[in-house]
């Protein structure tokens, strides 16, 4: 069964601290996503990857960076982890030459104290 | 900044009844239009899309209908069932950038009462 393994279910952190949130995709997929969701606000993006080590800003990425070193794993970086960053954050991937098509993970819930 | 425009917010139906979704969007890279279907606990799942060559998609109780001029998609769930209790998210691609990426809807939160 293919998916997106996201390593943490739930995390708590405190703030300031720099946080790592790492996903895993055994598809073979070019693209992968980080969003976050919070209530009322629905799926926003933050990063996204559309190959090794490349990477584009989304919607909302202040406060946060990105890495790909390896096609299959893609981290999201909180560098001073802050109250306002409390959420729950989704990883997802794709094929490069196909729409849409997401692979969704899990989920990481996030609360930053 | 692409918008997708979803609602209801929230929605509460009776079993067998037809919940109804709307979607609205400003510009798009190209015509797809895909629902996400979230159960707690769980990541969105693909659950119905569309394409530009027809106007309504159906898939069992799911279809999608489309109308282009206006810029607007909706889901229809026929015969609802209280396992359709979930978080559905509209999206849309979004023009730009160096793929493909979408853009969802802020999310309607069904519950279909027994």
């Known amino acids: 069964d293919v998916k997106v393994t996201q390593s943490s279910r739930y995390l708590v952190k405190r703030t300031g601290e720099k946080v790592f949130l790492e996903c895993v995709q055994d598809m073979d997929h070019e693209n992968m996503f980080w969003y976050r969701q919070d209530p009322g606000l629905g799926l926003r993006l933050i990063y996204f990857s559309y190959d090794v080590k490349m990477k584009e800003k989304g919607d909302i990425p202040e406060g946060y960076s990105v890495s790909r070193e390896k096609k299959e794993r893609f981290s999201l970086i909180l560098e001073s982890a802050s109250t306002n960053q409390t959420s729950m954050y989704l990883c997802?991937?794709?094929?490069?030459?196909?729409?849409?098509?997401?692979?969704f993970g899990s989920g990481t819930r996030l609360t930053v104290v | 900044q692409q918008q997708v425009k979803q609602s209801p917010q929230s929605l509460i139906v009776q079993k067998g009844g037809i919940p109804i979704i709307n979607c609205a969007y400003e510009?798009?890279?190209?015509?797809?239009f895909p629902w996400y279907q979230q159960f707690p606990g769980k990541g969105p799942a693909l659950l119905i899309a569309i394409r530009p060559d027809v106007s309504e998609k159906k898939e069992g109780r799911f279809t999608i209908s489309f109308n282009k001029s206006a810029k607007q998609f909706s889901l229809h769930i026929m015969d609802s069932q209280p396992g359709d209790s979930a978080t559905y998210f509209c999206a849309a691609p979004t023009p730009g950038g160096a793929t493909n990426k979408l853009i969802f809807g802020t999310g309607t939160l069904l519950a279909v009462q027994p």
């Open positions: 997802a991937s794709s094929f490069g030459d196909r729409v849409g098509g997401y692979t």
């Open positions: 510009n798009t890279a190209f015509d797809y």
